[in-house]
């Protein structure tokens, strides 16, 4: 018995609103179908998040569809349960229309019974417990729900209560089990613990972490494996497939590789005979993850200029700036470096930090406030109350503050206009002084706006 354990496809997601991402996520599932149909499978496992979005294009529809019947063609029966981006509110989801079309199988729990040959059912109530079917081979699991509606407020475990494993059994579940969570984005944000997942399995096919995780069963001491395949495609910079940090020295990392095996980041799917899992890689776009540390622009502009060779062309890079300099800077003054390298995309984040300001201990107040600013901040240094009481006296304060500057001008003016300096410079001063007041007593023209000028010279006429 052989099968194929595919999660978190998402199809029809444009990572970075750029169409070619989106041809990159179907292209990721189509090559995994294919291979799994290659390998001989006698069926294959989704464990949730087919699409991105619970309501897709009908072009991504269209997309599964065509994959999908890839299998259905050489009667590759497809088990499948809902992630949280393929549910809905109601009952029903797209997952209704593949089934309706022959050409996946769900499982869970479902108002109406399925009997078929690859389907039975299990009376649970008013509804029905689905579970697939291959052989002697049982699959059992339960779309995405959140945490409270899986753990009891009594703290029990409501999935102990509906599943019971037994041998030749395998466990589908979309949930982040906090363990096997560690290091992604679901660490505080798990929906179960271990201790809240049913023993008995002799395989827990499980979806949502899009980082590949694997837990031996004889480490946890359960009867199966638990294996998260992670998601197809990269969906975030966590999921790089290369790391680059430049600071003293150039230090390149391809995480898809460590030593003779697959890095943490490598992208695939599982093949699972007799029970025992192996990871197999698919070849997506590189993707870059490059962080950059200087202290002026023009090192960092170096910089970037001597990572060029490290970088894949047709590739996603993502550089982070980091550094202390001078004014700071706008990651635009960037973008040019990597005009000509090829890359399919590119985009800078900005961690760079303006030069601090410094203030020597020594230097008194009178030396670095104004008279003015330092009688400001006596003013606003009291009770809240105190000042919302007095705020009259404030403005009046603050208008004689703005006074006392014009006062003294004037005063500065009038006694240089006084003082006599031989009779030219008085003769001088005195025509001055009439003009100044000629163009005090003389009213300004009123501005004409350019309605005005329009009217004025008939055009309205």
Request: no cysteine.
């Amino acid at each position: 018995m052989k099968f194929a354990h595919i999660a978190d496809a998402h199809l029809g997601r444009e990572q970075f609103q750029q169409p070619f991402r989106y041809a990159d996520y179907v292209e990721a599932f189509r090559k995994a179908v294919e291979r799994s149909i290659r390998e001989n499978v006698d069926f294959i496992l989704l464990t949730g998040d087919l699409f991105h979005v619970s309501k897709p294009s009908p072009k991504a529809i269209r997309d599964a569809i065509e994959i999908l019947n890839l299998a259905k063609k050489r009667n590759i029966p497809v088990f499948a349960i809902e992630g949280n981006h393929d549910k809905t509110i109601r009952d029903t989801s797209i997952y209704d229309l593949l089934e309706h079309l022959g050409l996946i199988y769900t499982v869970g729990i479902k108002r109406r019974p399925r009997e078929n040959e690859f389907q039975r059912s299990i009376k649970k109530g008013s509804a029905y417990l689905v579970y697939g079917i291959f052989g002697d081979v049982e699959i059992y699991g339960i779309r995405h729900h959140s945490r409270w509606q899986l753990v009891g407020k009594d703290g029990r475990s409501r999935l102990k209560a509906l599943f019971h494993g037994k041998r030749n059994s395998i466990l589908m579940l979309h949930q982040a089990i906090d363990y096997l969570a560690e290091g992604t984005p679901y660490q505080n944000a798990f929906d179960l613990r271990l201790n809240e997942i049913p023993d008995g399995f002799s395989y827990y096919a499980f979806g949502h972490i899009h980082m590949r995780r694997e837990l031996e069963r004889k480490k946890s001491g359960f009867t199966g494996d638990m294996i998260y395949p992670g998601s197809l495609e990269r969906t975030e910079i966590r999921e790089a497939s290369h790391r680059i940090i430049y600071d003293r020295r150039i230090r390149a990392m391809d995480l898809t590789r460590s030593n003779e095996n697959f890095g943490p980041n490598a992208k695939g799917f599982y093949i699972v005979e007799d029970f025992e899992p192996e990871f197999v890689e698919i070849e997506t776009r590189p993707f870059y993850s490059i962080t950059i540390r200087g202290n002026s622009k023009e090192e960092l502009r170096r910089k970037i200029e001597d990572i060029r060779s490290y970088v894949e062309r047709d590739s996603i890079a993502i550089l982070t700036l980091e550094g202390i300099v001078k004014g700071g800077i706008h990651v635009s003054e960037f973008f040019s470096l990597l005009e000509d390298w090829g890359l399919a995309y590119y985009n800078f984040n900005n961690r760079v930090t303006s030069e601090a300001i410094l203030i020597d201990s020594s230097i008194k107040e009178e030396e670095f406030f104004t008279a003015f600013e330092r009688e400001l901040f006596a003013q606003l240094a009291v009770n809240p109350k105190e000042f919302g009481r007095d705020i009259e006296g404030f403005v009046s304060w603050l208008f004689q503050m703005y006074e006392k500057p014009k006062v003294e001008a004037e005063k500065k003016v009038k006694i240089e206009e006084e003082e006599p300096k031989g009779k030219e410079k008085t003769e001088e001063k005195t025509e001055k002084t009439k003009e100044i007041k000629e163009k005090k007593v003389k009213k300004p023209k009123k501005a004409l706006g350019t309605l005005d000028v329009w009217i004025k010279k008939g055009g309205g006429k």
